[in-house]
């Protein structure tokens, strides 16, 4: 990947559009979870102490193409004023009050745009609406890894419109997730989890060239010993066991673990938790798996402590509840054993981060994601459009 960064740019008196992901939660007017906000903070500050004028972009939800109150990015601008200070925010990001705003602004200034999801033509990458968020500014910066995989106007198309590059957090992302695939220290171990094989096929196929293992759990481990003859009783599990069987089928032939439980937590229905009990994969019988048990957690922990690259991409359970945290918990902490002694690690975004935070072992991993769906898209080895527009535009000036 070739593309241009904030460190190649003079970007003092001028006006810079930066797209970043706030798509925070939101409860009782305020943020919830600061995770998002805060990985945007180094680009933003870096703006700031270099005298651009910057106007931020970004979306929040999915209001459907018009205003809504309940998607308003005004709470997440006062998060922002409170971190960064004199942050203010426009009800707009096109048109006469957006205009106004940009032109307001002083050095050092940054105002927040109102959602571009609030106009239907943001998702179907309009080219006009795409020129009218490009004339805000002089320069484009996309910060945001994390819609980095959607074709949108304010991730794609206005990349046509400025001379753009990548902000701190999409070059960091990009070289965190790019170590996975590019030459990456053996051993090389995926524990991966969720809940459906089928939703991660395309991972599977795609490091199936590259990694020397991979430890599985979450309701994707049920669908994998299903498609091996072993009853996994009422557990989730994909309907269609097609896909795993054809990935147990290429890992034979590459000669690549896929570790599976051997035994697990169950229970006779996911709120009895004062039910779980440990058992062998072999005696689930009508209950369901809600965690790998202790003995495959262990197992997977020694692979993973003498592993030099590991990407973690899914939860082993249901760690949301106490009796189903020690399989994500265990495995965790083997990734931070192995990354303190030199291994480098990569938190895929969604539920996997989310499981990070949780558990407390984010802090030790070398890179978490802040991407759900382009981190997966990332690793499937499709084209991100947003990576793609920063790299046509490095080419023009080259």
């Not at 795409?130 to 794609?156: I, K, M, P, Q």
Request: charged share 20%; proline share 5%; glycine share 10%.
């Amino acid at each position: 990947m070739t593309f241009r960064t904030l460190r190649d740019v003079d970007v003092r008196g001028k006006r810079v559009v930066v797209r970043e992901d706030l798509n925070v939660p939101l409860k009782d007017g305020a943020v919830g979870d600061d995770t998002r906000l805060v990985a945007a903070l180094p680009t933003l500050r870096f703006l700031r102490e270099h005298g651009a004028r910057t106007i931020v972009l970004s979306h929040l939800g999915r209001p459907d193409g018009k205003p809504s109150p309940k998607f308003s990015l005004a709470p997440v601008a006062r998060e922002l004023d409170a971190r960064l200070g004199n942050v203010s925010f426009c009800p707009d990001c096109v048109g006469p009050q957006a205009q106004a705003a940009s032109a307001a602004l002083s050095d050092g200034d940054i105002v927040l745009m109102e959602n571009v999801r609030f106009h239907p033509e943001e998702e179907t990458n309009d080219a006009g609406f795409a020129r009218a968020l490009a004339s805000l500014g002089e320069l484009y910066v996309n910060d945001a890894f994390g819609t980095a995989h959607r074709a949108h106007a304010s991730t794609e198309g206005i990349a046509h419109d400025l001379p753009a590059v990548a902000g701190f957090l999409m070059e960091a992302e990009l070289a965190a997730l790019g170590k996975l695939t590019r030459d990456p220290a053996l051993p090389f171990v995926c524990a991966i989890g969720g809940a459906k094989v089928k939703d991660k096929v395309g991972v599977f196929v795609n490091l199936l060239e590259r990694v020397s293992s991979f430890v599985i759990g979450g309701g994707m481990a049920n669908t994998f010993l299903a498609a091996q003859g072993v009853n996994v009783g009422t557990s989730l599990r994909d309907s269609d066991l097609v896909p795993a069987r054809d990935i147990l089928t290429r890992a034979a032939a590459r000669g690549v673990p896929l570790h599976l439980p051997v035994d697990a937590v169950v229970s006779v229905s996911f709120d009895a938790d004062d039910r779980a009990e440990t058992v062998n994969v072999g005696d689930v019988g009508q209950r369901m798996i809600l965690d790998i048990g202790p003995r495959s957690a262990q197992a997977y922990a020694t692979t993973l402590r003498a592993a030099r690259t590991i990407v973690f991409n899914g939860p082993m359970g249901v760690y949301e509840k106490p009796a189903y945290q020690n399989g994500t918990r265990v495995v965790g902490e083997a990734i931070a054993a192995a990354t303190k002694a030199g291994a480098t690690s990569v938190v895929g975004g969604g539920d996997a981060a989310a499981a990070a935070h949780e558990l407390g072992f984010a802090a030790a991993m070398t890179h978490v994601s802040t991407g759900g769906g382009a981190t997966l898209e990332f690793l499937e080895g499709k084209t991100l459009p947003g990576v793609a527009a920063l790299e046509a535009a490095a080419a023009k000036v080259s």
